[in-house]
Nanobody, 116 residues
């Protein structure tokens, strides 16, 4: 199983980024998917999740209205559109299946740094 997030980088406060996650070794279309993040010195936290069909989404209160999770099952790809970024959004962002997140099995994340 390979789940790799990419698209991170340095962005100024108020800026935008779109993260992508490529999935292989799983049947992507039947998996509920999640984005987590881990800031320096903090525990990993759930940012957003989406059902297998994309019909339902859920967001952490801290990102509601600014982040949008979506997926393209034909491309086995998960997305996280982030706008109005704040310094407190600085973290390594990880994508995962909900199941693998539950058993604490993680792939490679992507670093997002929000700073002027």
């Amino acid at each position: 199983v390979q789940l790799q997030a990419f698209g991170g980088g340095l962005v100024q406060p108020g800026g935008s980024l779109r993260l992508s996650c490529s999935a292989s070794g799983i049947i992507f279309a039947i998996n509920d998917m999640v984005w987590y993040r881990q800031a320096p010195g903090k525990e990993r936290e759930l940012v957003a999740d989406i059902t297998s069909s994309g019909g339902r989404t859920h967001y952490a209160d801290s990102v509601k209205g600014r982040f949008t999770i979506s997926r393209d099952n034909a491309k086995n790809t998960l997305y996280l559109q982030m706008i109005s970024l704040k310094p407190e959004d600085t973290a390594v962002y990880y994508c995962n299946t909900q199941y693998r997140a539950g058993i604490n099995s993680w792939g490679k994340g992507t670093l997002v740094t929000v700073s002027s």
